[in-house]
């Protein structure tokens, strides 16, 4: 069974500190690992992503790194701000599935 | 504006009925899909459709229906049979480039939270 398990369930973050959450995922099969931020109710939205060509992709504040030995991939997120306060969701593909597997989320609070 | 539009965004029901979910894209895509969400669950697929009058079943398929008759559309009926209906669900869609590409990324409706009681 394809499974992505992704941690922490919630984090609590004060204001301008790093927030991390991890992903790790079975199928070596897997080529495509995006993360989706959600807003409370509302749908998620891609947030960044990456393939597993390069270990590590940075957009903004926002940094996914990918350790492709280990199975597992992380989101950075520098400078954390109360308006990042959301659930995270990572997920993976292969490109011949085409479906997306996702993690179970993390609710991620940020102190003002 | 392009986007998905689910509706209602709050449904109600009692148990033993069936129950209609609407979902509506203006963004030409080809591929669509249902997620359910459940807190600490993540979103688990329960069918998706990658072209018009074609469907497959997802993870979770069981107690569900979906149609795919107009490529705007794809509305998934919760039947009876489905023994925890109750939850938050995800219409969502993406550009279907075929097996041998990616997708494009998935574009997510606000959700229809339903509850059955």
């Known amino acids: 069974q394809q499974q992505v398990k992704q941690s922490p369930q919630s984090l609590i973050v004060q204001k301008g500190g790093i927030s991390i959450i991890n992903c790790a995922y079975e199928n070596t099969a897997f080529d495509y690992f995006p993360w989706y931020q959600q807003f409370p109710g509302k749908g998620p939205a891609l947030l960044i992503a990456i393939r597993p060509d390069v270990s590590e992709k940075k957009e903004g504040r926002f940094t996914i790194s990918f350790n492709k030995s280990a199975k597992q991939f992380s989101l950075h997120i520098m400078d954390s701000q109360p308006g990042d306060s959301a659930t995270y969701f990572c997920?993976?593909?292969?490109?011949?599935?085409?479906?997306?597997?996702f993690g179970g989320g993390t609710r991620l609070m940020v102190k003002p | 504006d392009g986007g998905i539009t689910q509706s209602p965004k709050y449904l109600f029901r009692k148990e033993g009925q069936n129950v209609t979910l609407s979902c509506e894209q203006n963004l030409n895509h080809d591929a669509m899909y249902w997620y359910r969400q459940d807190p600490g669950q993540g979103l688990r697929l329960i069918y998706y459709?990658?072209?018009?009058?074609?469907?497959q079943k997802g993870d979770i398929a069981e107690g569900y229906s979906v149609s795919r008759e107009k490529k705007e559309s794809f509305p998934l009926t919760v039947t009876s049979a489905q023994k925890n209906p109750t939850a938050f669900y995800l219409c969502a869609s993406s550009m279907y480039r075929g097996k041998s590409s990616y997708n494009s990324p998935l574009h997510f409706g606000n959700g229809t939270r339903l509850t059955v009681t």
């Open positions: 459709s990658q072209i018009v009058n074609d469907f």
């Open positions: 997920a993976a593909s292969r490109k011949a599935g085409n479906m997306l597997t």
